[in-house]
C-alpha cells in the first residue's frame, strides 16, 4: 500500500477498510482555499486505489465543518480568478463525487457555500443538530459553481434548489433533514460516534456489493454534471459575472459587511 499522502489543509487517515478526510484548517472554520480543494481531489484519487476502502468519511475539525470558499486566499485574489476557482473547485467536487467508497459526510457548525458542494458530493450525509447551512453565492455576485446546482437539483429537486441558492437563507439541520439533504440529525455530542457507527455499519459489508449499489443509484439519478459545458464554461460564465456591474457592486457590498463583523 501507498504511503497516505502529505497535506497541509486535510487530515487524512486509514483504518481498515474506512479512510478518513478531515478538513484541517480550524483557525479559518476550514474554509475551503485553493491548497485545501487540491488535496480533497487528490485524498479522494488515493483512497481509491486503496483496494480495500469501502467507507471514507469527510469532517471537519473545530467548530465547523467548512465556512466555504475562503475569501481571503491570497492564490485566489478577492473572489478568485475564474480559471482557478472554477476549475479546482469543479475537480475537487467530481472527485470525491465519483468515489469508489461510499462517502460520508460528517457536518457539525457552519456549512456554507462550496461546503455545500462538498457535502452534496458524498454519498451520505449525517449532522449534528447545530449544524446550519448556507449557499451566499448569488449574494456575491457569481453563480453557484462546483457542479453544485446539478448535484442540489439531484438531491432536493429544482424548485427548493433555486429557493435556496437565490435567497442564500440559512436553514437549519432540522429543514436539511425535513428536505432530505441529511440522512440523519443527531445531539451534538454524539455526530462523531453516530458517523463512526454508520462507518462500521457499511464497512461490514461486502465491498463489491457497495459499490454496485452506489452505481445503480447514481445510474438512476440525474447526471452530475448534466451536459453543462464543463469548466471551460464555468470559467467563461464566471469571468462575465466578474464583468458586470451590478454583480461586482453586490458582492462588494457583501464582503464589506462581512468585514465589519470581524
Request: hydrophobic share 50%.
Amino acid at each position: 500500500m501507498a504511503a497516505i499522502p502529505n497535506t497541509t489543509a486535510l487530515r487524512l487517515q486509514l483504518d481498515g477498510p474506512i479512510g478518513r478526510i478531515t478538513l484541517a484548517r480550524p483557525e479559518k472554520l476550514n474554509a475551503l482555499n485553493r491548497t485545501a480543494l487540491e488535496e480533497l481531489a487528490l485524498a479522494a484519487a488515493w483512497f481509491d486505489a486503496q483496494a480495500a476502502v469501502k467507507v471514507v468519511v469527510v469532517a471537519g475539525a473545530g467548530r465547523a465543518f467548512s465556512a466555504g470558499f475562503d475569501l481571503a486566499d491570497p492564490s485566489w485574489g478577492e473572489l478568485g480568478p475564474p480559471e482557478r476557482s472554477t476549475v479546482v473547485g469543479r475537480a475537487m467536487a467530481e472527485a470525491i463525487g465519483a468515489m469508489r467508497a461510499i462517502t460520508i459526510a460528517s457536518i457539525h457548525g457552519h456549512c456554507v457555500g462550496g461546503a455545500v458542494v462538498l457535502a452534496s458530493a458524498c454519498d451520505l450525509r449525517v449532522a449534528s443538530g447545530d449544524a446550519t447551512f448556507r449557499i451566499p453565492e448569488v449574494d456575491l455576485g457569481i453563480p453557484l459553481f462546483w457542479t453544485g446546482v446539478p448535484r442540489l437539483v439531484r438531491e432536493l429537486g429544482p424548485a427548493l434548489t433555486k429557493e435556496l441558492v437565490l435567497t442564500g437563507r440559512s436553514f437549519s439541520a432540522e429543514e436539511a433533514h425535513t428536505i432530505r439533504f441529511l440522512n440523519r440529525v443527531v445531539p451534538d455530542d454524539e455526530l462523531e460516534r453516530a458517523t463512526d457507527a454508520l462507518a462500521a455499519e457499511l464497512a461490514s459489508k461486502p465491498a463489491l456489493v457497495l459499490r454496485t449499489t452506489k452505481q445503480q443509484v447514481d445510474a438512476a439519478a440525474p447526471p452530475v454534471p448534466a451536459s453543462d459545458g464543463g469548466a471551460e464554461a464555468d470559467s467563461a460564465l464566471l469571468a462575465t459575472a466578474f464583468a458586470d456591474a451590478e454583480s461586482r457592486a453586490t458582492a462588494s457590498a457583501y464582503v464589506a459587511r462581512l468585514r465589519s463583523r470581524s
